[in-house]
């Protein structure tokens, strides 16, 4: 099956601070990627869609100016939270899709707490 | 239109039994229906998925049942085991994109 990988799993930051979030299709090209945000016992909501070499579709309510997104290449995605405040500290999951594919693979997740 | 109801909430079962789990849609649009897998701390893992021209689609102990005049959809966990206690989500996208998630069922299997 395919694989999408994040790092790091874990990050507490002050806050203020920005943090930067990597997720890598491992076995497949990903032309399109997905950010997830997800509080504790709630569902999945997506923040935004990128694709390689493009800039990055954000959902209603969703800060760009606050959420960067690079989609550097066919395997990378990163999340960048900048100006990280406490009501910021949530899971954040990120997905990949081949070219022509409907199947979404999730990343493991990144645990982010601000201080 | 763009939401998908999930129920039950919660659902306890005993080993053995069948896990049922239901969600309707709105979006007519909408064609890829998958559920996921999730575990705590940990991202969802696609399960199994169907197209609205299937009604009924079975992989191992997991079937997704599909009524598209009714536009709703179900997933059957046969044999339930304490090893497919987790949170399941259904979702619906349109060719894969702008996947919208029901809100989650927490299953329980009791040995």
């Known amino acids: 099956g395919a694989v999408v990988s994040q790092h790091p799993s874990w990050v507490i930051c002050k806050s203020g601070t920005s943090v930067k979030i990597e997720c890598r299709s491992l076995?497949?090209?990903?032309?399109?990627m997905f950010w997830y945000r997800q509080f504790p016992k709630q569902s999945l909501m997506l923040m935004a869609t990128?694709?390689?070499?493009?800039?990055?579709?954000?959902e209603q309510g969703v800060e760009k100016d606050k959420f960067l997104i690079n989609h550097a290449s066919l395997t990378l995605s990163t999340l960048t939270v900048t100006s990280a405040h406490p009501e910021d500290s949530s899971f954040y999951i990120c997905s990949a899709i081949g070219q022509g594919a409907y199947e979404q693979y999730f990343g493991p997740g990144t645990r982010l707490t601000v201080t | 239109q763009q939401q998908v109801k999930q129920s039950p909430q919660s659902l306890i079962v005993q080993k053995g039994g069948i896990s049922i789990i239901n969600c309707a849609y709105e979006n007519t649009a909408f064609d890829y229906f998958p559920w996921y897998q999730q575990f705590p701390g940990k991202g969802p893992a696609l399960l199994i998925a169907?197209?609205?021209?299937?009604s009924e689609k079975k992989e191992g102990r997991f079937t997704i049942s599909f009524n598209k005049s009714a536009k709703q959809f179900s997933l059957h966990i046969m044999d339930s085991q304490p090893g497919d206690s987790a949170t399941y989500f259904c979702?619906?996208?349109?060719?894969?994109?702008?996947?919208?998630f029901g809100a989650g069922t927490r299953l329980f299997v009791k040995a």
């Open positions: 979702a619906a996208s349109i060719g894969g994109f702008k996947t919208i």
């Open positions: 076995d497949f090209q990903a032309t399109t």
């Open positions: 169907i197209r609205p021209d299937v």
């Open positions: 990128s694709n390689e070499g493009s800039k990055a579709t954000y």
